[in-house]
């Protein structure tokens, strides 16, 4: 049977049926259309720019439910909606999968090699993309809960596929297995960290000392106006991703993409001092 509309989405054409699951990807690519309310994707109000419209359908591709929906067939924009550009060089995949709870990934333009960080659900519109950008050369995954397609990317693209030995059963197919020291000769400019915590074999992976793509181990809050991490998702030790945390604090980075939760861009110094006040909280926690 369909999911039935829910009641919580503001009238009008589009709405977010109850199969949600919450991942909070919608709110993400749509701030201010999409809300929370009584845990569930909800909009708030329809889109009236051509704008929001773009991102009302950048919300239905990253749905990993399909549940943003309108009552009525709503014309596509004559736009890329997926991937999304966050920075330069790196972009938002979309696509995002179910087995992977909705978590993001990213495509990250490199001259030697692209690479792409965590997967998407596999998807004729992305394989179309990362071809006409130059294929993938490297799949760096984060954790065993996130590798989505990879494989399928992978055989696409004939890719080296990166993981944690410890998170190594999630992907069989993976070519290289990282262990607990950092790695800096995954590819020019890109740094493998190993980040046990949330899972064992949790990495995050620096690029040029710019970019940090975390996973399900750190994020930013806009309600908190602050970097968080995640304790009820935690599933190997919060006192072991609190020592990992505090050990990150010593790399510089701007950017931080993370798999759930929001990114942010804050000076290098400054996420500095925000990731040692919360190794400090949750120290305390």
Avoid at 22 to 44: M, Q, T, W, Y
Avoid at 139 to 160: E, M, N, P, T, W
Avoid at 193 to 207: A, D, F, K, N, Q
Avoid at 251 to 274: Q, V
């Amino acid at each position: 049977m369909k999911p039935l509309r829910n009641t919580d989405s503001a009238p009008g054409q589009w709405y977010i049926d109850t199969a949600c699951i919450n991942c909070g990807a919608s709110r993400h690519v749509a701030p201010g259309l999409i809300v929370e309310r009584n845990d569930k994707s909800v909009f708030v109000r329809q889109p009236g720019t051509p704008e929001e419209q773009l991102a009302a359908w950048r919300a239905v591709l990253v749905c990993p439910t399909a549940s943003v929906r309108s009552e009525t067939k709503q014309p596509r924009p004559n736009a890329t909606i997926f991937p999304q550009q966050i920075t330069s060089g790196v972009w938002r995949c979309g696509f995002n999968s179910r087995s992977s709870f909705g978590a993001h990934s990213y495509f990250a333009a490199r001259q030697d090699g692209n690479l792409l960080i965590d997967s998407p659900r596999y998807a004729a519109e992305l394989v179309k993309w990362f071809d006409a950008a130059g294929g993938i050369a490297h799949i760096l995954l984060s954790h065993r809960d996130d590798v989505a397609d990879a494989d399928k990317y992978a055989r696409q693209f004939g890719a080296r596929v990166w993981i944690h030995r410890e998170d190594s059963s999630a992907a069989p197919y993976a070519t290289d297995l990282l262990d607990d020291r950092s790695a800096p000769g995954i590819a020019a400019g890109v740094r493998a960290i190993p980040m046990p915590g949330h899972t064992r074999g949790s990495v995050v992976y620096l690029l040029d000392d710019r970019v940090l793509f975390t996973g399900d181990s750190l994020a930013w809050s806009p309600r908190e106006r602050d970097l968080v991490a995640f304790r009820d998702a935690c599933w190997y030790s919060w006192s072991k991703l609190t020592e990992s945390l505090g050990k990150l604090a010593a790399y510089r980075f701007e950017w931080l993409l993370p798999g759930h939760g929001w990114f942010t861009h804050l000076p290098a110094g400054e996420m500095s001092t925000r990731l040692l006040a919360l190794v400090e909280r949750m120290r305390n926690d």
